[in-house]
């Protein structure tokens, strides 16, 4: 072997046992990141490849790779732990994630950091106009798709369901996305639940055949200390005509799609990568990538955060004009 190849062999078994012992970020080989997305046909896959691609093509020296996951809760878990640098997830399980409460009670991930909005998830709990279902409390007996445990749509099906008492009296069956409304067109459900974007996808696909129904969400929840107890939900209203069979508008929940990272990512880096998906043509390219985009500006960047941004991704919000509130400085 070579003197300098020796030489090469040695510094890199030294970079690794320092990373190993300092349990800090050593850095990805050759410049490589990873980005959680969600399952393969989810809107975090979808925002996760479009991130990647932007940033491998704009951001010297950088090549951001996707990996599909079983979504946000996961997500939140495996960046914590260092299993992948960057991640999407829904606000709530970013704020439960850091905070150790809900569905990481006793295990706080405060290795976390927020990025910024990438867009808002609206609420979907779709049945047929035909199915005699008016109200959540209809639901009870039936069997309703509700995503797979580790999702973000599971849990915030648990959360919202839970919080009208009908979690645990319905029939909940782990289908997600264009599955659940195949099983909602062949009768295998009679609802399904998911968060996503607006216009969502699946519910169009159901929509195909038969005219659709969505409940009302806040309404019932508002008259509950729901949003209290999740002030990252907001209100959204679907507008009528919005899907085939909808006569009226449905008011339902809001919810920011975040991205966020681990606190042990260079601040250079991450600011590098904030300033480029979030530039003119980041905005442009991400639109192309999904309409949701049009929510992912500077202006509306901190919507959701409420946990510390990470350094880099604090600085450049500063840096154009952005006040960050107390809980999403970075510490």
């Known amino acids: 072997m070579k003197p300098w190849s020796r030489a090469r062999v040695w510094l890199g078994a030294c970079a690794i046992l320092l990373a190993v012992s300092s349990g800090s970020w050593a850095g990805p080989a050759g410049g490589r990141l990873t980005i959680l997305g969600g399952p393969a046909a989810g ?7 479009g991130l990647a691609t932007f940033l491998s093509r704009h951001v010297p020296g950088v090549e951001v790779t996707v990996a599909a996951t079983g979504g946000s809760v996961e997500n939140v878990r495996r960046v914590n732990a260092l299993d992948g640098e ?15 409460v809900g569905a990481f009670q006793g295990s706080p991930q405060r290795n976390i950091r927020a990025i910024g909005l990438l867009f808002v998830g609206v609420g979907h709990l779709v049945t047929y106009k035909d199915s005699g279902i008016r109200s959540v409390a209809d639901l009870a007996g039936k069997r309703v798709a509700v995503g797979s445990p580790g999702s973000g749509t599971f849990a915030n099906a648990e959360r919202i369901l839970g919080e009208l008492g009908v979690w645990d009296r319905i029939q909940r069956v782990p289908l997600l996305g264009s599955a659940a409304a ?31 129904q969505l409940l009302d969400l806040y309404g019932p929840l508002s008259r509950t200390d729901f949003f209290r107890k999740y002030p990252y939900f907001t209100r959204y209203v679907v507008p009528a005509r919005g899907y085939n069979g909808l006569t009226e508008a449905v008011t339902t929940v809001g919810l920011p799609g975040l991205w966020f990272t681990h606190k042990d990512v260079p601040a250079d880096l991450v600011r590098r990568l904030v300033a480029a998906a979030y530039s003119r043509e ?41 006040e960050i509130p107390e809980a999403a400085r970075s510490r």
């Open 182 to 212: 195949a099983a909602l067109r062949d009768g295998r459900v009679e609802a399904f639940y998911y968060t996503g974007p607006y216009p969502d996808r699946a519910t169009i696909e159901a929509a195909i055949t038969k005219e659709v």
């Open 282 to 322: 980041g905005h442009a390219h991400m639109l192309q990538v999904h309409g949701a985009s049009a929510d992912m500006t500077s202006r509306r960047a901190l919507l959701g955060v409420s946990i510390p941004l990470h350094p880099g991704a604090e600085a450049h919000w500063r840096s154009v004009g952005l």
């Open 43 to 49: 809107i975090f896959n979808v925002f996760a490849t």
């Open 86 to 100: 960057m991640a999407v997830a829904f606000a709530s399980d970013v704020h439960e994630g850091y905070h150790g």
